[in-house]
């Protein structure tokens, strides 16, 4: 199962427990759910898409916790992860994580490992055996060798 679809069922399966579902099915065009990711090792920091010319420019960088859309993430089935403030996609450059225009570049496919049943998740670039890393408040989010154990390579999802 895709890991957009992962996500979409566990949001609908826990708000089907609070509300009766209703019977319509989703337009082609439906909203996209929107997410915020954040860390296991940190908690209240949160992926947040930046602004800065630093090198690499627009780096995404762990942030505590302020609300506006450049926290906001859309994850795709095609394995794209998407700013809504900026609309531009997690992008691998070197060994950091940046916002780069969505173009479906490897770069930006990421694939979903759940940690503990759908509570946290490791994000690896691909197959690449390169996995997101909390690198510090305010600084860049990394990639390096995922390792399962590793607190600072979960994240916790949770709708917006």
């Given at each position: ?15 089907a ?31 947040d ?25 859309y ?21 950091d ?24 998740w490791?994000f ?7 996995c997101?890393t ?27």
């Amino acid at each position: 199962m895709k890991f957009g679809r992962i996500l979409a069922a566990v949001a609908v399966a826990a708000t089907a427990l609070l509300v009766a579902p209703a019977s319509h099915a989703a337009t082609p065009d439906a909203p996209q759910n929107e997410w915020e990711i954040e860390s296991v090792t940190r908690p209240g920091d949160v992926w947040d898409q930046s602004n800065w010319a630093w090198d690499p420019e627009y780096p995404i960088v762990a942030h505590p916790r302020h609300g506006e859309d450049n926290q906001t993430w859309y994850i795709s089935d095609d394995g794209t992860i998407k700013n809504k403030r900026y609309e531009w996609c997690a992008t691998a450059v070197g060994g950091d994580l940046a916002g780069r225009r969505c173009n479906g570049s490897e770069d930006q496919r990421w694939v979903g490992h759940s940690y503990d049943n759908y509570h946290s998740w490791l994000f690896e670039l691909g197959d690449s055996g390169r996995c997101v890393t909390h690198n510090g408040v305010y600084k860049e989010l990394t990639l390096a060798p995922c390792e399962r154990e590793r607190s600072d390579q979960r994240w916790i999802i949770h709708k917006r």
